[in-house]
């Protein structure tokens, strides 16, 4: 963490999002939304399969956005973190999307006979397999997990909205260890049933890390990306202060390094094995164009933010933290693309797919910052009631 006080004696609550800055947010994530929505038709036209599959893409890169709020604020929760408190409105206001990612599951449940290779009756997955991939199981524990998360996101956002009149220290370290502990084992799980079983014959057991190494590196960008926005538009200009930006800079470094460290370790471990369940992943992701791809998400997510982030002043800089994290933010859907779209257009890396299927990734975030505005204009963007508030705009607790 970064070092330094001020002498404030006093936080002015900023209130709701302002009408102008909301109808520009709220403008982006329409525009959005519906350039996703028209890829999608497109894509409905051209290929029923390969729409099935964008959509399956979008709806994961939007999810994970929507679990790291609920994932920021559960462990700045159980760690009694000060440092975070201004911050966590945001990511409480990211984590409002989850009740249309339950819904939104929906039609997945309805197409995955053209996205599954287990739902084929002729697959030949063995007992253990075709018990768990049965369609009822496989569905029923994953809308179990959307809905679990979706209960303790809402008790994290009507706790925190209560503290803003009631001025009371919250007490939920027990809600946020509990959280944690079923979001480890559930994450893990649902990101296995709904990306690797894609291929249902390979498996990693550090699928789940991966997932979760991404996830939170997205919403960290997101998060810094909305903080240095309503910071230049005037509302956080006196609560998010320089240490905060340095702060999120170095958490973006370190996750950065955490990614591509996990990363490293799922090839690693695969490649010095070489078993043959195992390695034909990889092998079909370094032919036919998806080599280069698989670079560039290494360079995008990490090198080069290693290597820009590195010094201290850039994390300082809103302008070089803010274009990084963008970049970050985009190249997520890319990884998730590389991970799922090999297994349907194996000798076609780059195509009309891709860009359809940004697209409607595109779409799936429109739709996130669209729930982000919704929330921020009914609620204060900061929890003023929080008593560490000025405790942390203040640095008291360095």
Same mark, same amino acid.
């Given at each position: 963490?970064?070092h330094?006080?001020?002498?404030?004696?006093?936080?002015? !609550?900023?209130?709701?999002?302002?009408p102008? !800055?909301?109808?520009?947010?709220?403008t982006?994530?329409t525009?959005?939304?519906?350039?996703?929505?028209?890829?999608?038709?497109?894509?409905?036209?051209?290929?029923?399969r390969?729409?099935?599959?964008?959509?399956?893409?979008?709806?994961?890169?939007?999810?994970?956005?929507?679990?790291?709020?609920?994932?920021?604020?559960?462990?700045?929760?159980a760690?009694?973190?000060?440092?975070?408190?201004?911050?966590?409105r945001?990511?409480?206001?990211?984590?409002?999307?989850?009740?249309?990612?339950?819904?939104?599951?929906?039609?997945?449940?309805?197409?995955?006979?053209?996205?599954?290779?287990?739902?084929?009756?002729?697959a030949?997955?063995g007992?253990?397999?075709?018990? &768990?991939?049965?369609?009822?199981?496989?569905?029923?524990?994953?809308?179990i997990?959307?809905?679990?998360?979706?209960?303790?996101?809402?008790?994290?956002?009507?706790?925190?909205?209560?503290?803003?009149?009631?001025?009371?220290?919250?007490?939920?370290?027990?809600?946020?260890?509990?959280?944690?502990?079923?979001?480890?084992?559930?994450?893990?799980?649902?990101?296995? !049933?709904?990306?690797?079983?894609v291929r249902?014959?390979?498996?990693s057991?550090?699928?789940?890390?991966?997932?979760?190494?991404?996830?939170?590196?997205?919403?960290l960008c997101i998060?810094i990306?909305?903080?240095? &926005?309503?910071?230049?538009?005037?509302?956080?200009? !006196?609560?998010?202060?320089?240490?905060?930006?340095?702060?999120?800079?170095?958490w973006?470094?370190?996750w950065?390094?955490?990614?591509v460290?996990?990363?490293?370790?799922?090839?690693?471990?695969?490649w010095?094995?070489?078993?043959?369940e195992?390695?034909?992943?990889?092998?079909?992701?370094?032919?036919?164009?998806?080599?280069?791809?698989?670079?560039v998400?290494?360079?995008?997510?990490?090198?080069?933010?290693?290597?820009?982030?590195?010094?201290?002043?850039?994390?300082r800089?809103?302008?070089?933290?803010?274009?990084?994290?963008?970049?970050?933010?985009?190249?997520?859907?890319?990884?998730?693309?590389?991970?799922?779209s090999?297994e349907?257009?194996?000798h076609?890396?780059?195509?009309?797919?891709t860009?359809?299927?940004?697209?409607?990734?595109?779409?799936f975030l429109?739709?996130v910052?669209?729930?982000?505005a919704?929330?921020?204009?009914s609620?204060?963007i900061?929890?003023?009631?929080d008593?560490?508030?000025?405790?942390?705009?203040?640095?008291?607790?360095?």
């Amino acid at each position: 963490m970064s070092h330094g006080h001020s002498h404030i004696s006093e936080v002015r !609550d900023p209130g709701p999002l302002a009408p102008a !800055d909301y109808r520009d947010l709220a403008t982006l994530g329409t525009t959005l939304l519906c350039v996703g929505l028209a890829a999608l038709g497109v894509q409905l036209i051209n290929d029923l399969r390969l729409a099935c599959v964008a959509y399956l893409e979008g709806f994961f890169y939007a999810l994970c956005l929507g679990m790291a709020g609920v994932f920021f604020v559960a462990v700045n929760y159980a760690a009694n973190s000060t440092w975070s408190v201004p911050l966590r409105r945001l990511m409480e206001a990211l984590s409002s999307y989850l009740p249309y990612a339950f819904w939104t599951f929906i039609p997945i449940i309805a197409v995955h006979g053209w996205i599954y290779e287990w739902s084929d009756p002729e697959a030949h997955l063995g007992p253990s397999k075709t018990t &768990y991939f049965q369609l009822p199981f496989w569905a029923g524990r994953i809308l179990i997990f959307l809905l679990a998360w979706n209960l303790f996101a809402a008790w994290f956002r009507n706790a925190s909205v209560r503290q803003d009149t009631d001025k009371q220290e919250l007490a939920p370290k027990l809600i946020a260890a509990l959280f944690l502990a079923f979001f480890g084992i559930s994450f893990t799980i649902f990101s296995v !049933d709904l990306l690797m079983s894609v291929r249902v014959h390979w498996f990693s057991t550090i699928w789940g890390v991966y997932c979760f190494a991404g996830m939170f590196q997205a919403g960290l960008c997101i998060l810094i990306l909305l903080a240095i &926005y309503l910071r230049a538009r005037g509302p956080f200009r !006196d609560i998010f202060t320089e240490r905060h930006l340095f702060d999120l800079g170095t958490w973006m470094l370190a996750w950065c390094t955490f990614m591509v460290y996990i990363g490293f370790s799922q090839f690693m471990l695969i490649w010095y094995a070489n078993l043959p369940e195992e390695t034909p992943f990889f092998i079909d992701r370094f032919k036919a164009g998806w080599m280069w791809i698989y670079l560039v998400v290494f360079f995008l997510k990490w090198a080069v933010p290693f290597l820009v982030l590195m010094p201290k002043p850039a994390r300082r800089c809103h302008k070089v933290l803010g274009r990084m994290a963008l970049v970050i933010l985009l190249t997520e859907w890319l990884d998730i693309y590389w991970m799922i779209s090999p297994e349907f257009i194996l000798h076609n890396a780059i195509s009309l797919h891709t860009l359809l299927s940004f697209l409607v990734g595109l779409g799936f975030l429109g739709a996130v910052l669209l729930c982000v505005a919704r929330f921020l204009r009914s609620h204060s963007i900061v929890p003023a009631g929080d008593p560490r508030l000025l405790s942390s705009v203040r640095g008291d607790h360095l």
